[in-house]
């Protein structure tokens, strides 16, 4: 399979990225920004495994990777990608610049790259996109508000992209992990995390590999799981 993921050289990202190009069948393409050195080392892990370059912030970045995926002859789409912050303080205090510019560098190149996917898809009469959201949709905290809509924004495309484009073979699915120690979560004090191990019915956190399997069983499903969010949260 060609595959693309976006983020694919640090956190969740770098364990999805890893994990498919196992398949030594698989070509898998794979944007950063900051984790040039991580991509440099994946790459030569992996033969199968080819960085490019992307900053969401910059539209010739993103305008050259929607460019590009054509070329790569997709088979797969994994939105992983998140340029923003996870908390920002009380609603009622984030100025709406900040959610304008959170959704630009977020949402609309997600949205670009997705709309390239599907273009070349429905030519192909097959794909699948695999979104990461989050578990947090699902239970906020407080100070993710634009973190929450942003994903919630995406939530409702993951839908649109499995109804408007099921019958030319394409799915669209998402996976909700909860929380997860990676660069996006770093901040987070270390009693919380205490106390979320603590709470948590397995008593320990989720990790980027479980989600990276699951990522790869959506890359391997049958087209008659189309729309479904994968909630991993080890909630019963
Ligand atoms: N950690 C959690 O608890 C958690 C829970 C649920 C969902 N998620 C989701 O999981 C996904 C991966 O996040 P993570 O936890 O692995 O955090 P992370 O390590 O911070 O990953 C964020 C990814 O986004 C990329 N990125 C950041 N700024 C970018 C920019 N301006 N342009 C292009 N790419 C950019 C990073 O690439 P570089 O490193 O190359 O800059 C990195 O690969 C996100 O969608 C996040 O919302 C995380």
């Not at 950063?32 to 960085?51: L, W």
């Amino acid at each position: 399979m060609n595959i693309l993921i976006t983020g694919g050289s640090s956190g969740l990202g770098k364990a999805i990225t890893q994990k498919l190009a196992e398949d030594k069948g698989n070509r898998v393409y794979f944007t950063y920004y900051k984790s040039a050195g991580s991509a440099k080392e994946i790459s030569s892990r992996f033969a199968n495994a080819i960085g490019i370059k992307c900053n969401f912030c910059n539209k010739d970045d993103v305008k050259s990777l929607v460019s590009q995926i054509a070329e790569m002859n997709l088979e797969v789409l994994v939105n992983n990608a998140y340029s923003g912050v996870f908390l920002k303080g009380h609603f009622h205090k984030v100025s709406s610049s900040d959610f304008l510019t959170e959704f630009e560098k977020n949402i609309i190149p997600t949205i670009e790259i997705a709309q390239a996917a599907i273009s070349l898809f429905r030519k192909k009469r097959q794909g699948k996109i695999i979104t990461v959201l989050t578990a947090a949709l699902f239970d906020i905290p407080i100070g993710a508000s634009m973190y929450v809509a942003n994903k919630a924004y995406l939530e409702k495309l993951t839908k649109v992209w499995a109804s408007e484009n099921a019958k030319y073979n394409i799915t669209s699915n998402s996976v909700s992990p909860s929380f997860m120690q990676t660069a996006l979560t770093a901040d987070t004090d270390e009693r919380i995390i205490e106390q979320m191990v603590n709470e948590h019915p397995l008593k320990r956190l989720l990790t980027v590999e479980e989600v990276a399997e699951t990522v790869l069983f959506l890359t391997h499903a049958s087209a008659q799981l189309n729309g479904v969010d994968i909630i991993m949260n080890a909630a019963t």
